[in-house]
């Protein structure tokens, strides 16, 4: 089996694939401070509650856009699971070819998203990753990526409403029944997540518009993202696991060992 590891700026996704499926995923928070230690013993766990042997596990392989954390994460994997992790980066295997000005400031979350939405759906796509930022990356159809539109997330959107003002209360990120609100909580609601349809909606027809790609398949991901995908019909597939399935394709790519 192989161990996935998304480490985002808000949560550490983890994944374990066999051969033919992914069987479980879970996470924890990014933000809170672990030692090696600590974070071997937590994985092992985790690993241990979703009835994981950590034996059977051949590789880890890691995404990250996080560096403050890496030194002690590799460090218990290493202690724990006596394996050496994979780290996504420069010059990995990937079977996309990145085409813009500075290839080296392209996040490795986002080149992973874009190997899974090409294997998976296909050229050309449009790639939106719904985290704390908002990404939407854009591969051709021979899997070169163009281009990318970076936003703040809608959780971070969120969170400046509430704590900029000083009225506002911390509201749930829903999509209320009607945008016209008739209460405080709604209202937010209402401004919150239509305007982000609609930011998304028009990001998405101004990249097909300027890169001559109407019929272009869009492919969405991340936590927030199915709020958004299930209120357009501008997204065609959101799709929770690509990430996880981005890192198991990069790993065969670059590894001649086979997963059971």
Request: with cysteine; aromatic share 6%; charged share 20%.
């Amino acid at each position: 089996m192989l161990l996935v590891i998304d480490a985002g700026n808000t949560n550490l996704t983890f994944g374990v694939f066999t051969a033919k499926e992914l069987v479980t995923q879970f996470c924890i928070m990014t933000k809170t401070p672990r030692t090696a230690d600590e974070y071997g013993l937590l994985i092992c766990e985790l690993l241990k509650a979703n009835k994981i042997n950590t034996e059977d596990l051949l590789d880890v392989i890691i995404s990250s856009v996080v560096p403050g954390i890496m030194r002690n994460l590799t460090a218990g994997i290493e202690a724990y699971l006596k394996l050496k992790p994979i780290i996504i980066g420069v010059g990995m295997k990937t079977g996309i070819r990145i085409t813009t000005a500075n290839p080296k400031e392209i996040g490795a979350d986002r080149i992973v998203d874009a190997v899974a939405a090409y294997e998976e759906y296909g050229g050309p796509v449009l790639v939106i990753d719904f985290g704390t930022a908002t990404t939407y990356d854009l591969i051709s159809d021979n899997g070169s990526f163009l281009a990318g539109i970076t936003s703040p997330g809608l959780q971070i959107c969120a969170n400046a409403l509430w704590t900029q003002t000083a009225k506002l209360p911390e509201i749930e990120i829903a999509l209320p029944p009607s945008i016209l609100a008739q209460d405080t909580v709604t209202s937010m609601q209402a401004g919150l997540v239509y305007g982000y349809i609609g930011q998304t909606e028009y990001i998405i027809k101004k990249v097909k518009e300027e890169a001559g790609q109407k019929e272009m398949k869009v492919v969405a991901t991340g936590g927030l993202g199915r709020i958004i995908a299930d209120a357009t019909d501008m997204i065609d597939v959101y799709d929770p696991q690509l990430t996880m399935k981005g890192l198991k394709l990069i790993y065969l790519k670059g590894n001649g060992k086979t997963l059971h």
